[in-house]
């Protein structure tokens, strides 16, 4: 049974950096595209960074681009997420995602069959 554990969430001060983590279990995980995304209050869950099975290609969505980088550590089975000059509108549910094909970056939630149970990350001004 694939199992994703976030980590990593709290409260923050505007300005700050914080990084997240995402331990996979009950996979082969060098197989796998991962990605976050995050969930705002009230709005749709929008994708924030792929990486694909290397870690070599990446993806950015344009809510955190240029302030976060995606990486993944597969000797351990981690994936991370370094956020950078945080705003109260980063302020959200951050969730891990896995997709069983390594050589995509898909950009559609529905194509990530596994997830987290997400952390939250509130910022404040």
């Known amino acids: 049974q694939v199992q994703l554990v976030e980590s990593g969430g709290g409260l923050v001060q505007a300005g700050e950096s914080r990084r997240l983590s995402c331990v996979a279990s009950?996979?082969?995980?060098?197989?796998?595209?991962m990605a976050w995304f995050r969930q705002p209050p009230g709005k749709e869950r929008e994708l924030v960074a792929a990486?694909?099975?290397?870690?070599?290609?990446?993806y950015y969505g344009d809510s955190m681009r240029g302030r976060c980088t995606i990486s993944r550590d597969n000797a351990n089975n981690t994936m991370y997420l370094q956020m950078n000059s945080l705003k109260p509108e980063d302020t959200a549910v951050y969730y891990c995602?896995?997709?069983?094909?390594?050589?995509?970056?898909?950009?559609?939630?529905?194509?990530?069959?596994?997830w987290g149970q997400g952390t939250q990350v509130t910022v404040s001004s």
């Open positions: 995602a896995a997709d069983g094909r390594p050589y995509g970056l898909p950009k559609s939630r529905v194509a990530y069959a596994n």
């Open positions: 009950g996979l082969t995980f060098s197989r796998y595209t």
């Open positions: 990486i694909q099975w290397n870690g070599r290609t990446t």
